[in-house]
Structures are given as structure tokens and as C-alpha cells.
């Protein structure tokens, strides 16, 4: 069984790529580091780091095996203050999230949560696709649309609305629809998280349920930014959820809102984390700071 000792030495060599700046940092000595590392290696089975007289390169299982070891050592630190009362929440928090969501409601007042907690580390991923949470070490993520995983738990943090909009110089070019029918001499901006899928169309209601209106299209995506900048390049129509940025655009002319009676099902944005695993206190906080920002997101 693997110490915690020889964990921690082995994370500050994969984060200095140095034995002598861990030596020094953890004052032992490099012979020490050296032989730490052995016996994780002999362990675990694989080599972990790629030693030269230069310098220190990580393995690619031995950046699986940093992270999996940056989480467990989080996770121990907050075993051992799990009954402790009062006194500051530390440690790693690592989330994901859509680019437009970190940009535009989380990191531009991400430095008031980081100052109410001071020995929180915060590692932010902005994507679009599907993750594998225990795999990739998240203690959660942020996402939108229906939640078909049981295998995870799931906190609405609000609703969508969604728009139909389309830019000026794709009106100048097919036309503004004003039917669904319409749709057959027009071009639709296609999202998907994953690339190669099919089409999945304009979705509607009918006045008894929500349909989908298969669709021409030119272009795929599976960014949300870059799905609305397809928009606004006039690449085709596009049903997007409206934010501020979205109003804005409407306010200014760069996007026009397009078969304003067919409405598309407004979309629930969650909070996402593994079954069954109780949240830290510091991703708990998190959580809970960023709610009241994404709420207002939202209803802007």
C-alpha cells in the first residue's frame, strides 16, 4: 500500500519536473526522492516518469496515475476534516463547464469566491463534451439539456429559453421563414456534442408536443460559442438559449429572432456529480456560490 509520504513526493516531481527542486522543497534528501519513486513504480507495476540527466518527463500513465493521486490526497484532506468545526476549507476543486457559462458568469467573479477561501485551488475545464467524472477527477460539472446518465446525480440550477435567430446577411441571402414549411428552402446550423451524428433538425411545438422539423444544413458544431458565431456569420439558423450575450446581439442587430410562434423546449441547466459520492465541503461551497451567479445567468 502506497503512503501518503511517497504520494506527495511523487506530485511535486510530476509539478517542479525536478528531484532537486523536491529535494529542496520538501527538505530530503534527492537520494530519497529517487528511491521514493522506485518503490511507487515498482508498485504500481509501470513507469511513471522518464528520468534523464536533464531533465523529467511524465509518463502517460504517469499523468493518469498524478491526477488520480492529486484527488486522493484532496480526498484525504478532507477526511481529516470532516468533524473539525470552523477553520478554512482547502484543497483542490476541479469543474467543468460550457466556455460561454465560464466566461461570461463564473470567472469574472471567480476572485470574490477565492477570496472568501484563500487556500482553495480551483482547475476549471470549459468544454462542451460528455466526461467521464470519476475517470477525469471532477467533482462536478455544469450542463444543460436532458440528463439520460442515472449514473449520476442531478441539482436544476434553472431554465433556458430558447430563441430562433438568424443574422441580417443570411436574411439578405434565403429570406426571412415564416412557416415551418419554409424551412425546405433554408439552412440550419446544426449542434452536436459529438461530431458525425445525425442531424437532429429544428425542434417546435405543435400544439400537442414538441417535434423535430428535419433540416438542410452546411455546417455541424460541438461548441456552443461556436455554434452562436455561426449564427452571426449568417452560416444559417440557429436556436440558441438566451442569455445576455444572445440579447445583446438582438439589441444591436447582429441577430435577428426568426418563427417567433414555434417556440423550441426551453432546456434545465444541472449541476452533475457522480451517484452516491458525498461532496467535499470546498466543492459543496463551490457549488453553492456559483448557484446564485448561474441562477442570475440565467434570468438575466
Known sequence: MLKPELI??????????????????????????????????EAVGVQLLQRTTRKVTITHDGKQFYERCKTLLSELDEIESMFKKGGNISGRIRVDMAVPIAVNAVIPNLPEFLSLHPDIEVELSSTDRKVDLTAEG?????????????????????TYQIVNCASPSYLKKYGEPKDIKDLKKHIQVHYSQSLGGTASGFEFYDGNRYVMQKTRHRLMVNST??????????????????????KNHLKTGQLKEVLKKY??????????????KLLSKRARAFMDWMEG??????DQ
Do not use: H
Open 8 to 41: 506527495k513526493i511523487f506530485i511535486s516531481v510530476c509539478e517542479t519536473k525536478s528531484f532537486t527542486a523536491t529535494s529542496q522543497a520538501m527538505s530530503l534528501q534527492k537520494s530519497s526522492i529517487s528511491s521514493a519513486i522506485q518503490k511507487i513504480e
Open 138 to 158: 471532477f467533482d462536478f460539472v455544469v450542463r444543460s439539456g436532458a440528463m439520460g446518465d442515472s449514473a449520476l446525480t442531478a441539482k436544476k440550477i434553472g
Open 225 to 246: 460559442l461556436s455554434y452562436m458565431a455561426a449564427c452571426v456569420a449568417g452560416l444559417g439558423i440557429a436556436q440558441i438559449p438566451l442569455t445576455e450575450v444572445v
Open 263 to 276: 417556440k423550441s423546449e426551453p432546456m434545465d441547466l444541472y449541476f452533475l456529480y457522480p451517484d452516491g
Open 293 to 298: 451567479y448561474l441562477k442570475n445567468y440565467l
